[in-house]
T-cell receptor, first 114, second 114 residues
Framework: AQKITQTQPGMFVQEKEAVTLDCTYDTSDQSYGLFWYKQPSSGEMIFLIYQGSYDEQNATEGRYSLNFQKARKSANLVISASQLGDSAMYFC???????????FGTGTSLTVIP | DAGVIQSPRHEVTEMGQEVTLRCKPISGHDYLFWYRQTMMRGLELLIYFNNNVPIDDSGMPEDRFSAKMPNASFSTLKIQPSEPRDSAVYFCASIDRAMNTEAFFGQGTRLTVV
């Protein structure tokens, strides 16, 4: 069964605007972690932000914030003030703290338009 | 620490040849993951190890694929014989189970089988 679902294969955003990338997850565990990675065209996987399942506050890292809605099992990434360098693939991932597996979504390709 | 180190960065080989991909995880990390990334299938987990022991190899596509972790600082993914459909980017990642942190990825090996 799909653990992580990213329903937006591609997104466009105007430079300086905010954009939300959707992610829903499926788990029956109480303890888990949610992550977002960026993969630019150069190919490396860059960690952006982390949210623990017990964290009450939404995680923020600079221009990145994670909109965590536990009851809905969603962990959307919000990028504020988009920059041209934000154009990349973005992957949502979940870490299962029982088996310590990482599950990745299929990714969203973000293009920032000047 | 230098991070997760993979070698080679690029590999071009002829169909039928044996290919060995290498990975050095971050020192002290006790989990190691091998992923394959293609346009068609996204990021797939092939196998992962805990303390050098394979835990789940259900993602290994065929018997042509094998992975070993002879010690805590080295793992290999071998394909024998290689086929054109094995062409992909292969990532290695590692984590420290005691830390609720992200998976740390290597730079990946881009494999092309002609």
């Amino acid at each position: 069964a799909q653990k992580i679902t990213q329903t937006q294969p591609g997104m466009f955003v105007q430079e300086k605007e905010a954009v939300t990338l959707d992610c829903t997850y499926d788990t029956s565990d109480q303890s888990y972690g949610l992550f977002w990675y960026k993969q630019p065209s150069s190919g490396e996987m860059i960690f952006l932000i982390y949210q623990g399942s017990y964290d009450e506050q939404n995680a923020t890292e600079g221009r990145y914030s994670l909109n965590f809605q536990k009851a809905r099992k969603s962990a959307n990434l919000v990028i504020s003030a988009s920059q041209l360098g934000d154009s990349a693939m973005y992957f949502c991932a979940m870490r299962d703290y029982t088996g310590n597996q990482f599950y990745f979504g299929t990714g969203t390709s973000l293009t920032v338009i000047p | 620490d230098a991070g997760v180190i993979q070698s080679p960065r690029h590999e071009v080989t002829e169909m039928g040849q044996e290919v060995t991909l290498r990975c050095k995880p971050i020192s002290g990390h006790d989990y190691l993951f091998w992923y394959r990334q293609t346009m068609m299938r996204g990021l797939e987990l092939l196998i992962y190890f805990n303390n050098n022991v394979p835990i789940d190899d259900s993602g290994m596509p065929e018997d042509r694929f094998s992975a070993k972790m002879p010690n805590a600082s080295f793992s290999t993914l071998k394909i024998q014989p290689s086929e054109p459909r094995d062409s992909a980017v292969y990532f290695c990642a590692s984590i420290d189970r005691a830390m609720n942190t992200e998976a740390f990825f290597g730079q990946g090996t881009r494999l092309t089988v002609v």
